[in-house]
C-alpha cells in the first residue's frame, strides 16, 4: 500500500510537471513568437523550404533573398562601410548556402506544415521542437531523479534567456530535441544491453546529424562510458554513433576547412580555404569568440535580448550543474548516467574549440541538458539533506 501510494504521488507530480514546462513553453513562444528575426542563417532555412516545396534551388534563393523577409537583412547589410557588404560579392548567398546544405531535418517539417502556417511554418515547427527537447529533457533526468528535481533541471535551462533562439525561424530547437533524445536512447540501452536501443541509437545520430552537427556531443559520451566502465556495450554505441554521423558529414555541406576559412574570414567567401589559412587565424578566433562570448554573457542588455529577464543571472545555476557534473561521483560504481554526461560536456566544450566563433551563445546549446542534470542532482542532494535532516528532528 505505501508503495503504491507513493507511486501515485509521483505519477501526479509527473503530470504537474508536465503540464507547467508546456504553459512555460506556451508563454515563451508567446513572448519571441511575434519577434521573428530573419538572419541570415533563417532566409536560408526558408530557401530551403521552398525547394523542398517545389522550387529550383536557384528560384528559392532568389524569391527569399529579393523578398521582404530579407529586407532587413539587406538594409543592415547596406549600411556597413564598403568592403564588409557581404551581399555586394554576388558569390555570398550562393556560397553560404552550402553551409546549410546539411541541415534537412526543421526545413522538412516546415515545408510539411507550409500549408497551414505559410511563411511563419519554421517558426511553428521550431515552437514544437522546443516543447520536445522540454519533455525529453525531463524523461532524461526521470531516468535517474524524482519529478522536483527534474523540473528543476529543465526549468532553469528554459528560464535562460539565450534560449530565445529556440524559438526563432532557426534548426536550434531540433537541434536540442535530437540531441536529447540520443541522451535518452543512450541512458536505455546503457541499462538495458538491449539490441534494439542500438538499432534507435543509429537512427538518431542519422536525424541529428542532418539537423545539426551536434552528434560529437553524444557519441563523446558513449566513448567515456565505455573508457570509464571498458563497457563493449558502450564502445558499440560511439562506434555505430561515429560511423551513422559520417555519411551527412562526407556527402552534404561544405568541408571543414571552408567552413572555419568562412568563419574566420567574417562570414565572407574566403579566398584561401587551406588549413594553413585556418591554422594561422585559428588563435585570434578563439580568443575573439571567447571574449565576445563572456562580454555578451556579462552586459546589462545584450542584443535581441533587451525585453527578457538579465542573462548573467539566470546563468549562474546552469554554470552550478555543469561544475557539479564534472566533480560529482555516483553512488553505484557501475552507472553510466554520469560518465556519460562528463562525456558530453566534453563533446561539448570540443564542438565550440572546433569552430570559436560568437553566436550568441546558440554553440552553448548542447550543454543545456549536461547543466540541467547537474542541477538535478543537486537539487535531490537537497532534497536527500532535508528529509534526513527532518527524519532525525522527528527522532
Same mark, same amino acid.
Given at each position: 500500500?505505501?508503495?503504491?501510494?507513493?507511486?501515485?504521488?509521483?505519477?501526479?507530480?509527473?503530470?504537474?510537471?508536465?503540464?507547467?514546462?508546456?504553459?512555460?513553453?506556451?508563454?515563451?513562444?508567446?513572448? =519571441?513568437?511575434?519577434?521573428?528575426?530573419? #538572419?541570415? *542563417?533563417?532566409?536560408?532555412?526558408?530557401?530551403?523550404?521552398?525547394?523542398?516545396?517545389?522550387?529550383?534551388? *536557384?528560384?528559392?534563393?532568389?524569391?527569399?533573398?529579393?523578398?521582404? $523577409?530579407?529586407?532587413?537583412?539587406?538594409?543592415?547589410? &547596406?549600411?556597413?562601410?564598403?568592403? #564588409?557588404?557581404?551581399?555586394?560579392?554576388?558569390?555570398?548567398?550562393?556560397?553560404?548556402?552550402?553551409?546549410?546544405?546539411?541541415?534537412?531535418?526543421?526545413?522538412?517539417?516546415?515545408?510539411?506544415?507550409?500549408?497551414?502556417?505559410?511563411?511563419?511554418?519554421?517558426?511553428?515547427?521550431?515552437?514544437?521542437?522546443?516543447?520536445?527537447?522540454?519533455?525529453?529533457?525531463?524523461? $532524461?533526468?526521470?531516468?535517474?531523479? &524524482?519529478?522536483?528535481?527534474?523540473?528543476?533541471?529543465?526549468?532553469?535551462?528554459?528560464?535562460?534567456?539565450? @534560449?530565445?533562439?529556440?524559438?526563432?525561424?532557426?534548426?536550434?530547437?531540433?537541434?536540442?530535441?535530437?540531441?536529447?533524445?540520443?541522451?535518452?536512447?543512450?541512458?536505455?540501452?546503457?541499462?538495458?544491453?538491449?539490441?534494439?536501443?542500438?538499432?534507435?541509437?543509429?537512427?538518431?545520430?542519422?536525424?541529428?546529424?542532418?539537423?545539426?552537427?551536434?552528434?560529437?556531443?553524444?557519441?563523446?559520451?558513449?566513448?567515456?562510458?565505455?573508457?570509464?566502465?571498458?563497457?563493449?556495450?558502450?564502445?558499440?554505441?560511439?562506434?555505430?554513433?561515429?560511423?551513422?554521423?559520417?555519411?551527412?558529414?562526407?556527402?552534404?555541406?561544405?568541408?571543414?576547412? =571552408?567552413?572555419?576559412?568562412?568563419?574566420?574570414?567574417?562570414?565572407?567567401?574566403?579566398?584561401? &580555404?587551406?588549413?594553413?589559412?585556418?591554422? &594561422?587565424?585559428?588563435?585570434?578566433?578563439?580568443? #575573439?569568440?571567447?571574449?565576445?562570448?563572456?562580454?555578451?554573457?556579462?552586459?546589462?542588455?545584450?542584443?535581441?535580448?533587451?525585453?527578457?529577464?538579465?542573462?548573467?543571472?539566470?546563468?549562474?545555476?546552469?554554470?552550478? !550543474?555543469?561544475?557539479?557534473?564534472?566533480?560529482?561521483?555516483?553512488?553505484?560504481?557501475?552507472?553510466?548516467?554520469?560518465?556519460?554526461?562528463? !562525456?558530453?560536456?566534453?563533446?561539448?566544450?570540443?564542438?565550440?574549440?572546433? @569552430?570559436?566563433?560568437?553566436?550568441?551563445?546558440?554553440?552553448?546549446?548542447?550543454?543545456?541538458?549536461?547543466?540541467?542534470?547537474?542541477?538535478?542532482?543537486? #537539487?535531490?542532494?537537497?532534497?536527500?539533506?532535508?528529509?534526513?535532516?527532518?527524519?532525525?528532528?522527528?527522532?
Amino acid at each position: 500500500m505505501p508503495g503504491g501510494w507513493f507511486a501515485a504521488r509521483e505519477h501526479r507530480a509527473d503530470l504537474i510537471a508536465v503540464a507547467l514546462l508546456v504553459c512555460a513553453i506556451a508563454g515563451l513562444a508567446i513572448k =519571441w513568437a511575434p519577434n521573428a528575426v530573419w #538572419t541570415s *542563417d533563417a532566409l536560408f532555412y526558408q530557401a530551403r523550404v521552398l525547394e523542398i516545396r517545389g522550387e529550383s534551388k *536557384d528560384d528559392a534563393l532568389r524569391e527569399v533573398w529579393e523578398g521582404p $523577409l530579407s529586407a532587413s537583412f539587406r538594409a543592415a547589410d &547596406s549600411r556597413r562601410p564598403p568592403g #564588409t557588404r557581404v551581399l555586394a560579392d554576388p558569390r555570398w548567398v550562393p556560397e553560404t548556402a552550402r553551409l546549410t546544405e546539411r541541415r534537412w531535418t526543421t526545413p522538412l517539417l516546415g515545408a510539411a506544415v507550409y500549408p497551414i502556417f505559410g511563411v511563419d511554418s519554421l517558426e511553428a515547427v521550431s515552437v514544437v521542437g522546443s516543447l520536445a527537447f522540454a519533455l525529453l529533457l525531463y524523461t $532524461l533526468l526521470r531516468m535517474r531523479f &524524482s519529478p522536483l528535481p527534474c523540473f528543476a533541471g529543465v526549468a532553469a535551462c528554459l528560464a535562460w534567456p539565450a @534560449l530565445r533562439w529556440a524559438f526563432l525561424p532557426l534548426t536550434d530547437a531540433w537541434g536540442l530535441a535530437i540531441v536529447t533524445l540520443t541522451f535518452v536512447i543512450a541512458i536505455r540501452y546503457l541499462d538495458s544491453w538491449s539490441p534494439g536501443w542500438v538499432v534507435a541509437w543509429v537512427a538518431a545520430i542519422l536525424v541529428l546529424s542532418v539537423t545539426r552537427e551536434l552528434t560529437l556531443v553524444p557519441v563523446m559520451g558513449a566513448a567515456a562510458v565505455a573508457l570509464v566502465h571498458r563497457s563493449r556495450q558502450a564502445a558499440l554505441l560511439a562506434a555505430s554513433g561515429m560511423v551513422a554521423a559520417f555519411p551527412a558529414q562526407l556527402l552534404l555541406g561544405t568541408s571543414l576547412p =571552408w567552413t572555419l576559412a568562412y568563419a574566420f574570414n567574417g562570414n565572407r567567401v574566403p579566398g584561401d &580555404s587551406s588549413w594553413g589559412f585556418v591554422f &594561422s587565424h585559428y588563435p585570434s578566433a578563439l580568443e #575573439t569568440g571567447i571574449r565576445h562570448s563572456l562580454d555578451y554573457l556579462l552586459s546589462a542588455n545584450p542584443a535581441y535580448l533587451e525585453s527578457a529577464w538579465p542573462l548573467a543571472p539566470f546563468t549562474v545555476p546552469l554554470l552550478i !550543474g555543469l561544475v557539479v557534473v564534472v566533480i560529482a561521483s555516483s553512488d553505484r560504481s557501475l552507472d553510466p548516467f554520469l560518465p556519460f554526461m562528463q !562525456g558530453a560536456l566534453l563533446g561539448g566544450v570540443a564542438l565550440f574549440l572546433i @569552430l570559436p566563433v560568437f553566436q550568441e551563445l546558440r554553440y552553448q546549446y548542447p550543454l543545456l541538458p549536461v547543466a540541467a542534470a547537474g542541477i538535478a542532482i543537486t #537539487t535531490d542532494g537537497i532534497r536527500r539533506w532535508v528529509t534526513a535532516s527532518t527524519e532525525q528532528t522527528t527522532v
